[in-house]
């Protein structure tokens, strides 16, 4: 009766991924800030355990790599009966794997990140939040303004899962000039395409959609790597980073159809990520 019934269908589909997925997505990426905050912990030397943030540019290369690997080669191939199976499998494996790390005892608390000032919370939301909301924001403009092509949204998330693995590194955290330079030759491309195809062309589009969705993101994701904290707040930063993204995604794929009879945030958003 919550399913199929409503006048809110974006509510049913996020109330079915919730129930569906929500509990193991939550404890897999629960797992991950608990092995950091964990080796982090087991830091004896206070500057090494800072080391432990460039992990969250594996993880989502693991995330990248799953998300190329499932549409094309478990989904055509592998019947969902047996994808069930493995999955249950595969996160029992983990399960068992996690349970087995043997938490490190009570030691010298870590230190800050080397010379930073006191990092500024707030961004720890406001970063990932832009980012999202981004991604989503330019899904919504090629699928409603443009051409709903199958599979786009795999190249837009991979973009988006390469920008924190580009942003949590040196390259990132170091170089933000050469990126804040190409994240603005994307938005303006970003920009002639809708303004010069409008709808005509989904290729303009949908590459200059993806350059500012990469670009814009590094910035982003670079920035909230320089951010980071000492140690002893890494879980309240994942948090914010995972309250952030969740907020972003909303507004955009929740709130903004709401507001909005066609897809204004889309320019309204590359306007904000050109100030940023």
């Not at 092995?35 to 206070?46: M, P």
């Not at 994307?186 to 809708?194: D, E, P, R, S």
């Not at 140690?231 to 709130?255: D, P, Q, S």
């Amino acid at each position: 009766p919550l399913v199929g019934n409503s006048s809110l269908p974006p509510l049913e589909v996020l109330f079915c991924v919730l129930a569906f997925a929500g509990l193991p997505y939550l404890l897999l990426s629960a797992g991950s800030t608990l092995v950091q905050s964990w080796l982090a912990s087991a830091s004896d030397e206070g500057g090494a355990s800072c080391g432990v943030y460039r992990l969250y540019a594996v993880s989502n290369l693991g995330s990248l790599l799953g998300l190329l690997v499932y549409p094309f080669v478990l989904e055509p191939f592998v019947p969902l009966s047996a994808q069930w199976y493995g999955f249950a499998a595969g996160l029992a494996l983990y399960a068992l794997t996690v349970a087995g790390l043997r938490p490190p005892l009570a030691g010298p608390r870590p230190q800050a990140c080397g010379p930073r000032p006191p990092p500024f919370r707030l961004l720890w939301f406001f970063l990932p939040g832009l980012s999202a909301f981004l991604l989503n924001a330019t899904v919504a403009h090629l699928f409603v303004d443009v051409t709903p092509m199958p599979l786009v949204w795999v190249a837009l998330l991979a973009a988006f899962l390469l920008s924190y693995v580009a942003g949590f590194s040196r390259a990132g955290e170091s170089r933000r000039g050469a990126w804040c330079g190409a994240a603005l030759l994307a938005l303006a491309g970003a920009a002639v395409a809708n303004g010069v195809w409008g709808t005509g062309s989904f290729y303009p589009n949908a590459a200059a959609g993806a350059a500012a969705v990469f670009f814009v993101g590094v910035v982003a994701h670079g920035w909230l790597y320089a951010e980071r904290p000492a140690a002893a707040g890494l879980t309240r930063f994942y948090l914010a980073v995972a309250a952030g993204g969740a907020v972003g995604g909303l507004l955009a794929a929740g709130v903004a159809p709401w507001v909005f009879k066609e897809v204004t945030e889309y320019p309204l958003v590359l306007l904000a990520s050109a100030v940023l």
